[in-house]
């Protein structure tokens, strides 16, 4: 087990340990048993009764058996099919039908409308759970006993805090950053005041590292929060819970205790729990990648939140605010939804690529909105949304490609329900995101099939060009 003190006394000033390291003894929520992967020994034979894939290559006429596992073949078995001394390849862009990695954390069933995390239902998780649990089931593999969630919670709880010279490092920013940059940069600085971090080979070490970035993401969010309206950061409060403690660090002002109403919290708590996992989406397959260079996983993480800012991911929830609020009223929708069909602009919120059906965190999230407006009111823009949607699944258009409400669609009006800014909202799907990061993290760091990530290409540059002096260009 690593020496917690020791760990983080190795930051710039030796003298002053970390704050957040008010103990010695971390307890290991074991990351190295995630459970059983996909296994080679259940899986059917076919009709001819081999799982195997028989390939003719018709420039040369040779065939070629290919074994089937688990409903793939290898790529790698393909270059031994070649013409001219040129192996197969896949092309692949956007991995839209390639596995990249066995995983026992998240199944999806996108036809079905399907989302278990470790084999528990969404809709139970939402409903019975709690976002900390959640994160524990994520990375262990199984739910809690009572007494593992409570020194699960303990330990998140007294890593809340941040080191001093992070946030000078957050007040460096302009003062309109947009707070997902801040995020990301300070995610990544974390390396630099946890060096050990680089040891991702020590079980305890992992865990600690895991422990430390569950529990600071909301601490850095409130203060790139925080920044961005001059206002001074509010340092954790250890005797609130994860959430009420996050929303405190956001919105305390001169009271001595923050105390945000409980439906509120339950719903936010949702909303985390929701976005805690998705497979391998594409600020997963960032982390991953990254991760398969060996690098200590604040980094890896901070390539998985620059994954998520983009508009196409956790960004499109923000670019949904932005669209309902630009639509302005229920007569424009008509006029916006033929220039969508004209190819003139996406309609966002709308469309996934796994689920074609429908997405079950939308689901869940309506619901959530409910409970949410009753206590701060309807958001005006709810009313656009309802109508988009209704019109949106009668069209064609949509319903030809199979494109319907994702989890971004309806979670921004809750976020601007409860005060965030639509900067903030990707930065609460990544605090809610960080779990399942860590968690596939932490098992692509166990697999020993894993390698480096380095896909092939297929060059279509010039070739062996001789080099052109300038007097001759
Ligand atoms: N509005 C209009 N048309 C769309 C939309 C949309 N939101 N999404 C897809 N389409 C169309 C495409 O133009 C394409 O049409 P075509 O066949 O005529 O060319 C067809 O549907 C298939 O779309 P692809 O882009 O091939 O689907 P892909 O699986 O690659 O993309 C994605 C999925 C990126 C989510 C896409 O649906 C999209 O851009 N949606 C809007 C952004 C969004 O809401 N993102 C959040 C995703 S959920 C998340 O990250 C948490």
Redesign the pocket.
């Known amino acids: 087990m690593t020496d917690v003190s020791t760990t983080d006394a190795a930051l710039d000033q030796p003298q002053q340990p970390a704050l957040d390291d008010a103990t010695s003894d971390p307890t290991p929520a074991g990351v190295d048993d995630p459970g059983p992967a996909g296994s080679d020994d259940t899986a059917p034979a076919g009709r001819g009764g081999r799982d195997s894939l028989t390939v003719t290559d018709n420039r040369t006429g040779q065939t070629y058996e290919l074994e089937i596992t688990d409903g793939t073949i290898r790529a790698a078995d393909l270059k031994q099919i070649s013409a001219e001394g040129l192996g197969l390849a896949t092309y692949d862009p ?1 991995f ?1 039908n390639t596995a990249s990695c066995r995983s026992a954390v998240t199944y999806i069933d996108g036809d079905a409308g399907i989302l278990e995390y470790r084999g528990y239902p969404i809709e139970q998780l939402a409903e019975h759970s709690t976002f900390l649990e959640v994160a524990y089931l994520l990375l262990n593999g199984e739910l809690p006993t009572e007494a593992e969630l409570e020194e699960w919670v303990h330990q998140i709880t007294i890593h809340t805090f941040l080191h001093e010279n992070v946030k000078q490092l957050m007040q460096g920013y302009r003062y309109d950053a947009h707070p997902m940059g801040m995020l990301m940069s300070s995610v990544s600085a974390l390396s630099t005041f946890y060096p050990d971090a680089v040891k991702i080979a020590d079980v305890d070490n992992r865990q600690l590292q895991i422990t430390r970035l569950i529990a600071k993401m909301p601490t850095l969010g409130a203060f790139a929060f925080r920044h961005a309206q001059g206002k001074p950061y509010v340092y954790p409060d250890n005797r609130l819970s994860y959430v009420e403690n996050f929303l405190a660090m956001l919105f305390k002002m001169s009271e001595p205790t923050y105390s945000a109403d409980p439906r509120l919290v339950k719903a936010l708590d949702i909303l985390l729990i929701l976005h805690a996992d ?1 497979e391998q ?2 600020s997963t397959n960032a982390v991953r990648s990254v991760g398969s260079s060996q690098v200590d996983p604040y980094s890896a993480v901070a390539a998985g939140i620059g994954a998520l800012y983009g ?4 960004g ?1 929830n923000e ?2 605010l932005k669209m309902l609020r630009r639509i302005g009223s229920v007569d424009q929708i008509p006029a916006f939804i033929e220039g ?1 069909k004209a ?1 003139k602009e ?8 796994v689920y074609k059906n429908f997405d079950p965190r939308a689901t869940i999230i309506k619901k959530a909105c409910d409970d949410v407006f009753e206590v701060t009111g309807v958001n005006p823009l709810l009313e656009i949304a309802q109508e988009l949607e209704r019109i949106a699944l009668e069209d064609e ?2 319903v030809k ?1 199979k ?1 319907y409400p ?4 309806y979670s921004g009006l809750i976020y601007e329900a409860l005060q965030f800014p639509p900067e903030m909202f990707t930065v609460l ?1 990544a605090i809610g995101r960080t779990p399942g990061w860590l968690a596939q993290w932490a098992e692509l760091v166990q697999d020993k099939e894993q390698k480096i990530a380095r896909p092939k290409q297929i060059y279509t540059g010039h070739r062996s060009r001789d080099f052109v002096p300038m007097s001759d260009r």
């Open positions: 956007g839209v998705h989406n594409c508009p196409l991911h956790g499109a670019a949904v969508v190819g996406k309609l966002m919120g709308f469309g996934h690529r258009y949509f490609r494109l994702n989890v971004d669609f799907f």
